[in-house]
Structure formats: C-alpha cells, structure tokens
C-alpha cells in the first residue's frame, strides 16, 4: 500500500479540519491544488497501483512509460489541468457478472481521466470525509465490509434482533447529476472543481464490438443520470449522495424514534427480512423488537 506523502498529508488534515469546525463553509480556492506536481504524482502512482485495465483509448501504464515516460505524461496533464484545456476522454463500456447471472454495467475512463480524477480526489475526499457519519462504511479510508459486519454485530448484541438488507438497484446508474452536484457545491464553491466533475459525469460512453468497432452507447451532454463505475471519483460521488440519506437518519433522530439503526456499506433496493448477519452489507436496518 502507497504512502500519502506528508505534504499532501498536511493539506488533507487542514481541508478536514476547516471543514469539520466549520459545517457551513463553502471551499473556493481548491483547483491549483488539483495540479500541483506531487499531488498529481501520487494521483499517479495509486492510479497504477490498482493495475486497471485500458480506457477507450487502449493506453497501457506499460505504453506510457515505454513512450513517453511518468514523468511526462505527469507534465502534460498538469499543464492541460493548469491552462483548463483538459478533456476527458469517453468512458469504455465494460461489462462484469453478477451473482444472480446478470450482468453490471462498468464504465472504465481512460489513464489520463483516472489519475486527474484521483487528484481531484486526493484533494476533496478529506472535506467530505469531515461530515460523513460513522454508521457509513462504503467507500471510505481505512472503514471495510468487515467493519461494516462488526458493527452489525454490535447491534444485535445490544438487542437489536431483526435486521432488514437493502440494496438500491442499479444505483451507479441512476444517481441524478443535478441533485448529485447541488450536494457537492454545498461544500465547495470552486467552479473549476465543479466544472471537472461535471465533466466527467457527461462524458460518452462507448464499447469496442469484438471486430474492434467503437461505438457510442449512453452518456454525453444529454445525460441526466448516473456515474460510471470503474470511475476513480465515482466512489466518492456515490457515498456522498446516498450521504443525504445518513443525514436525513440523524438528524430526525429515527434511530431514536423508530428503535432501529442504519448500517450502510455503498448502495444498490429490494427490501427482505432475515435473522442472519451479513457477510457484505450494502444498506442494513437493524430493529428493536
């Protein structure tokens, strides 16, 4: 596992700390921060360390250091994020099976769009991270499934007895850009942030046929809906939206009110009852009888 270097450390503990004694304020000057070298370097090297698959563009890791060399690309991108010229390329449609036999869609950007996604990440995650709440574990540093479980467990050994998993159906595909952008911006201000995010969302997506064809299949400026995953910020964005619904949880006190605990893991809803812990929650309600 990569090491955050300690200058980018410094700035994620002083984002988290202003967002956190300051629920109400807005981050405006973010966007240099998003190309500064050694942040886009690190962007770079945990986009490589995740060993993903090419984008739409069919650029390799391998490719790139073979051409061009890190070090390049790493300059390239930060001028193009620097004089705001920066693209991002369409989305290549992937496809990955489920357990029931279905299939799930997966969007995978380009190299270039994974790692500036991850420095806008590097850069933002810590803000978010300030006002998420503790039962959200999906997507989150240092929280896992197992957490997730053990929290689970936790509850019904204090005498919540029944548990009800849900999950949100074809969640990655549905989460509306507007409401999903509005949430962002009540945190930062920043209009190149939100321009870039924006961006990403209304990007093309388009499949390779297995003749080599490439064609385009959902996405663009007309498109409403949805976040590709396989998208490095994707996760993010996800967590942040269904975020609201954390919010909603605490702040009419429910928990209290209704005798029941939220439990979230990340997304996907088909609402069923059962008595057994579950080894991967996406969303778990836990009852008082």
């Given at each position: 596992?990569?090491?955050?270097?300690?200058?980018?450390?410094?700035?994620?503990?002083?984002?988290?700390?202003?967002?956190?004694?300051?629920?109400?304020?807005?981050?405006?000057?973010?966007?240099?921060?998003?190309?500064?070298?050694?942040?886009?370097?690190?962007?770079?090297?945990?986009?490589?360390?995740?060993?993903?698959?090419?984008?739409?563009?069919?650029?390799?890791?391998?490719?790139?250091?073979?051409?061009?060399?890190?070090?390049?690309?790493?300059?390239?991108?930060?001028?193009?994020?620097?004089?705001?010229?920066?693209?991002?390329?369409?989305?290549?449609?992937?496809?990955?099976?489920?357990?029931?036999?279905?299939?799930?869609?997966?969007?995978?950007?380009?190299?270039?769009?994974?790692?500036?996604?991850?420095?806008?990440?590097?850069?933002?995650?810590?803000?978010?991270?300030?006002?998420?709440?503790?039962?959200?574990?999906?997507?989150?540093?240092?929280?896992?499934?197992?957490?997730?479980?053990?929290?689970?467990?936790?509850?019904?050994?204090?005498?919540?007895?029944?548990?009800?998993?849900?999950?949100?159906?074809?969640?990655?595909?549905?989460?509306?850009?507007?409401?999903?952008?509005?949430?962002?911006?009540?945190?930062?201000?920043?209009?190149?942030?939100?321009?870039?995010?924006?961006?990403?969302?209304?990007?093309?997506?388009?499949?390779?046929?297995?003749?080599?064809?490439?064609?385009?299949?959902?996405?663009?400026?007309?498109?409403?809906?949805?976040?590709?995953?396989?998208?490095?910020?994707?996760?993010?964005?996800a967590n942040?939206?269904?975020?609201?619904?954390?919010?909603?949880?605490?702040?009419?006190?429910?928990?209290?009110?209704?005798?029941?605990?939220?439990?979230?893991?990340?997304?996907?809803?088909?609402?069923?009852?059962?008595?057994?812990v579950l080894?991967?929650?996406?969303?778990?309600?836990?009852?008082?009888?």
């Amino acid at each position: 596992m990569l090491t955050t270097p300690e200058n980018i450390r410094t700035l994620q503990r002083k984002l988290y700390r202003k967002a956190k004694q300051d629920p109400a304020f807005r981050f405006h000057a973010l966007y240099d921060k998003v190309y500064r070298a050694d942040i886009l370097s690190h962007a770079y090297a945990l986009v490589r360390a995740n060993k993903g698959s090419a984008g739409i563009d069919g650029v390799t890791f391998a490719a790139i250091e073979e051409r061009e060399g890190g070090t390049a690309f790493i300059a390239e991108l930060e001028e193009a994020l620097k004089s705001k010229t920066y693209k991002p390329d369409p989305v290549k449609r992937g496809m990955i099976p489920k357990a029931d036999g279905s299939q799930r869609h997966l969007g995978i950007p380009t190299i270039r769009d994974r790692v500036a996604q991850m420095a806008v990440k590097l850069v933002i995650e810590p803000i978010f991270e300030a006002e998420f709440c503790e039962s959200s574990y999906g997507f989150r540093p240092k929280k896992s499934a197992h957490d997730a479980v053990e929290d689970v467990a936790y509850s019904m050994n204090k005498g919540y007895t029944e548990v009800i998993d849900a999950d949100l159906s074809k969640y990655f595909d549905t989460i509306p850009h507007a409401k999903l952008l509005a949430v962002v911006a009540e945190r930062i201000s920043d209009g190149a942030i939100l321009h870039l995010i924006k961006t990403w969302l209304k990007a093309p997506i388009m499949k390779v046929d297995k003749d080599g064809t490439k064609r385009n299949v959902g996405g663009g400026k007309g498109n409403r809906t949805g976040t590709p995953q396989g998208g490095v910020i994707s996760p993010l964005l996800a967590n942040l939206y269904l975020h609201l619904l954390d919010r909603i949880w605490e702040r009419r006190q429910l928990q209290k009110r209704l005798g029941a605990r939220i439990v979230r893991y990340a997304d996907d809803s088909v609402p069923r009852r059962h008595a057994r812990v579950l080894s991967h929650p996406r969303a778990a309600m836990l009852h008082k009888r």
